[in-house]
């Protein structure tokens, strides 16, 4: 940046304002999250390590400078300032209150029996603290010692932390898809439902992400801090979900006034390439990861006659405008459950932003702009764009309790401008607290449920495999590929899925292990008699 630029600076923030990362039980290899909207760098030498191990997915962070009316200045980089990143990652999954949906908020606490017999609740948290890296300290991993005062073994390693020292970028990891019980014969994760499991944990996490930044004339700036949110890997990662974080996100900013509605003004025309075009695409992939989706999903993708866009209008469902209550009419796209989860089954719905986008569109009141290929893309990386690009990989809906977080991001928790989380309001671990303990029984149990799917853009129902007719189950057992894997199974063996990728073909399963591992992974969690693995290096 150049030295004018640097004296325009008056404040900064961090982009992403809520970045992503994704567990892989990968030791060392890992690959960064999407940066720009509508593009996917594939990880270099694939998904896997050399021995098949998951990679990790990064969420990497930059500080970008702004001028005295808030309009963006450029990237601060290394050669800029001196930059010096904190970040506090929790999982407090184990103290949060049972998940029961949207309408039951105020559940009995996970692990109320054991913490009513005396034991401090502390033992149920993993925290490892506070850790900084610069240019002169520029890797930390944070590391847990114990769960429910019983010793990991080997320690836990809840993320890693790296400093880019050519950029002074910030990389962080989550954890290695450890979950587990220091007594399996006590916590069964058959006696729980799907999200509550007593002396269980896992290693997803959240937190705040902060930067200290001195210009290199010596001023030291306010940066507004980010926050990082350690999900679940996401198995189809070219396919967004209909409704993404950032559409769920996007009309939080409008309900809450913090951004203004386009339809606010009357000479507002949504465009068909950048604004009708990706819902209608993403309701065609489903197809590729849930064979059922063919009913109301699959369709000519274009601007359409007038009979042709009042058809594919009419599928979807009207937006009720408030989270507690269901949407009307009898469409059944999207082909997925309402947050609600009722006795009658409800699907869910787009944002009332969205509909009013296809509303707009089937009235006829667009601009055409499609030359029959979708638009082009732009490879630059922009503030704004890094915050869309990673929420627009994440699940808006429904929050049941969703995949990387819940439906108190949307209804409950305070932002201080678009996209970006109070932090004065949150603590680590906060935003992660109401997913399912373990995460990976929600995989198992929250697939397709008559007579609607969940996330198959996260992880898939049904799949199309190379050389083979018709669909299989994405997630079926080792080594016999009939029915669906248990949640004991899907804890030990998540990592040897399959992904399901693009190819001249459309988007197959490709990636799975079927090998049995030498080492099962998953195993020998703890040691009760003592801690015996290395200690951590930087506590």
């Known amino acids: 940046m150049e030295s004018s630029k640097c004296g325009r600076i008056r404040t900064a923030r961090i982009h992403p304002a809520i970045?992503?990362?994704?567990?892989?039980?990968?030791?060392?290899?890992?690959?960064?999250?999407?940066?720009?909207?509508?593009?996917?760098?594939?990880?270099?030498?694939?998904?896997?390590d050399a021995k098949n191990a998951l990679k990790r997915q990064g969420a990497r962070f930059r500080v970008f400078g702004y001028d005295e009316l808030d309009r963006p200045v450029g990237e601060i980089l290394e050669r800029d300032a001196t930059?010096?990143?904190?970040?506090?990652?929790?999982?407090?999954?184990?103290?949060?209150?049972?998940?029961?949906?949207?309408?039951?908020?105020?559940?009995?606490?996970?692990?109320?029996?054991w913490l009513k017999a005396g034991?401090?609740?502390?033992?149920?948290?993993?925290?490892?603290?506070?850790?900084?890296?610069?240019?002169?300290?520029?890797?930390?991993?944070?590391?847990?010692?114990?769960?429910?005062?019983?010793?990991?073994?080997?320690?836990?390693?809840?993320?890693?932390?790296?400093?880019?020292?050519?950029?002074?970028?910030?990389?962080?990891?989550?954890?290695r898809g450890r979950s587990g019980t220091p007594d399996k014969k006590k916590y069964l994760l058959s006696k729980g439902d799907f999200a509550n499991h007593d002396g269980w944990f896992d290693d997803t996490s959240d937190g705040v992400v902060t930067a200290n930044v001195t210009l290199a004339n010596g001023r030291n700036i306010y940066v507004k801090p980010a926050w990082v949110v350690v999900g679940p890997p996401k198995f189809a990662p070219e396919l967004q979900t209909i409704v993404t974080l950032y559409d769920t996100l996007h009309q939080v900013a409008i309900d809450r006034g913090n951004m203004a509605n386009p339809f606010s003004d009357p000479r507002f025309l949504p465009s068909f390439s950048r604004d009708v075009y990706p819902i209608l695409r993403r309701?065609?992939?489903?197809?590729?990861?849930?064979?059922?989706?063919?009913?109301?999903?699959?369709?000519?993708?274009?601007?359409?006659?007038?009979?042709?866009?009042?058809?594919?209008?009419?599928?979807?469902?009207?937006?009720?405008?408030?989270?507690?209550?269901?949407?009307?009419?009898?469409?059944?796209?999207?082909?997925?459950?309402?947050?609600l989860y009722l006795e009658f089954p409800v699907n869910g719905t787009v944002t009332p932003y969205q509909y009013c986008v296809l509303e707009?569109?089937?009235?006829?009141?667009?601009?055409?702009?499609?030359?029959?290929?979708?638009?082009?893309?732009?490879?630059?990386?922009?503030?704004?764009?890094?915050?869309?690009?990673?929420?627009?990989?994440?699940?808006?809906?429904?929050?049941?309790?969703?995949?990387?977080?819940?439906w108190k991001i949307?209804?409950?928790?305070?932002?201080?401008?678009?996209?970006?989380?109070?932090?004065?309001?949150?603590?680590?671990?906060?935003v992660s607290q109401q997913m399912s303990l373990p995460w990976q029984t929600d995989f198992v149990d929250c697939a397709y449920e008559d007579p609607y799917v969940w996330w198959p853009a996260q992880r898939p129902i049904d799949v199309r495999r190379v050389g083979k007719v018709g669909y299989s189950v994405w997630a079926r057992p080792f080594p016999s590929g009939e029915g669906d894997m248990g949640a004991e199974e899907m804890v030990k063996d998540f990592y040897r899925l399959g992904h399901v990728l693009r190819s001249t073909d459309g988007f197959l399963e490709v990636g799975r292990i079927e090998e049995q591992p030498e080492v099962p992974f998953n195993e020998q969690n703890f040691e009760k008699h003592g801690f015996e693995a290395h200690k951590p290096k930087d506590r």
């Open 410 to 430: 949307r209804d409950v928790f305070r932002y201080v401008e678009p996209f970006r989380l109070d932090p004065e309001s949150l603590s680590p671990g906060d």
């Open 283 to 339: 309701a065609d992939h489903m197809r590729w990861v849930f064979s059922k989706s063919d009913v109301a999903h699959t369709f000519a993708i274009g601007p359409g006659s007038p009979d042709e866009r009042e058809h594919v209008f009419r599928q979807f469902r009207i937006p009720s405008g408030h989270p507690k209550q269901p949407g009307t009419g009898t469409g059944r796209m999207p082909y997925v459950w309402s947050d």
């Open 83 to 113: 930059i010096e990143w904190r970040v506090h990652l929790k999982n407090t999954k184990a103290v949060g209150r049972k998940f029961s949906g949207v309408l039951n908020p105020n559940e009995d606490q996970r692990n109320a029996a």
């Open 19 to 48: 970045g992503i990362a994704r567990l892989g039980n990968s030791e060392d290899d890992w690959f960064l999250g999407p940066e720009v909207p509508g593009v996917y760098q594939f990880p270099e030498l694939g998904f896997r």
């Open 119 to 175: 034991n401090d609740e502390n033992k149920l948290i993993l925290d490892p603290g506070v850790h900084n890296v610069s240019n002169t300290d520029s890797e930390r991993r944070l590391l847990c010692e114990e769960f429910m005062a019983v010793p990991f073994k080997p320690v836990l390693e809840l993320g890693r932390l790296f400093y880019e020292r050519d950029t002074g970028r910030l990389i962080v990891l989550g954890g």
């Open 360 to 406: 707009s569109w089937a009235a006829g009141n667009f601009v055409d702009d499609w030359d029959g290929k979708p638009p082009a893309l732009s490879f630059d990386v922009t503030p704004s764009g890094l915050d869309r690009a990673a929420l627009e990989a994440c699940v808006g809906a429904a929050f049941f309790p969703g995949i990387e977080v819940s």
